[in-house]
């Protein structure tokens, strides 16, 4: 069977809104599928705001997921709509900017966010991916997959960076590459092209790459 996100998305919110009806207040997809940069092995990335949340909810949402076909590609967020009110706001500019509404508006349940909000963003970020690679390298062998989601994260650190420098959210990896230059190029041409470089054979050298970039902007 071919998967089309389309129809996959179209089985999946009528499976959603038999379960949990007028509880939806928003239905959102993000990620590769959404930025137009999916591939074979690429995660669905669903985001889900009820009224509230229990764990009753939990099980009848993953009896939900594992109903569909390729359910093992099914990821994502979920949430009551207090919780995500409350959240941390520097961890809510890349949801509000990455995800498309399927069903309701994420502004409704997000208070506004500040410029301040961003550059935490940007620091707190930078700090988390700054440890994962340090940790990466020294305690788990130099794994492939840990730098890997490393570069990855970076991504999402260059679109708040150059957010906060030009007001404008570049929403997938081609217009970011666009428009960088120096270093933060180089970081994002390393995600971009991962495939065909030789990491396995310079792994020193990507790490130290990553470490260094991620410190810089701590």
């Not at 509230?52 to 076909?69: C, G, Q, T």
């Not at 949801?95 to 498309?100: C, E, F, K, R």
């Not at 440890?131 to 130099?142: A, S, T, V």
Request: charge should be negative; proline fraction near 2%.
């Amino acid at each position: 069977m071919e998967f089309n996100i389309e129809d996959w998305l179209q089985d999946f919110t009528k499976k959603l809104f038999d379960q949990f009806n007028s509880r939806i207040k928003f239905v959102g997809l993000q990620g590769s599928y959404k930025r137009g940069e999916a591939n074979e092995n690429s995660d669905v990335d669903i985001v889900i705001i009820l009224d509230r949340l229990n764990f009753e909810d939990l099980v009848e949402y993953k009896k939900i997921v594992h109903s569909m076909p390729f359910y093992e590609k099914v990821c994502g967020f979920i949430s009551g709509e207090k919780e995500i009110y409350n959240w941390p706001k520097h961890d809510l500019f890349q949801l509000v900017n990455d995800t498309i509404p399927l069903h309701g508006s994420l502004f409704h349940f997000i208070p506004a966010l500040e410029r301040a909000d961003i550059v935490n963003s940007v620091k707190i970020n930078s700090a988390n991916l700054y440890h994962q690679m340090c940790h990466g390298y020294l305690f788990e062998n130099k794994d492939m997959e840990v730098l890997y989601q490393g570069y990855k994260c970076a991504f999402f650190i260059l679109q708040s960076i150059y957010y906060l420098k030009n007001s404008e959210y570049m929403g997938s990896k081609k217009e970011l590459l666009m428009e960088l230059d120096g270093e933060d190029k180089e970081i994002l041409l390393v995600n971009i092209n991962w495939n065909s470089l030789d990491i396995i054979g310079n792994t020193d050298f990507y790490f130290e790459k990553i470490i260094n970039w991620a410190g810089m902007h701590i």
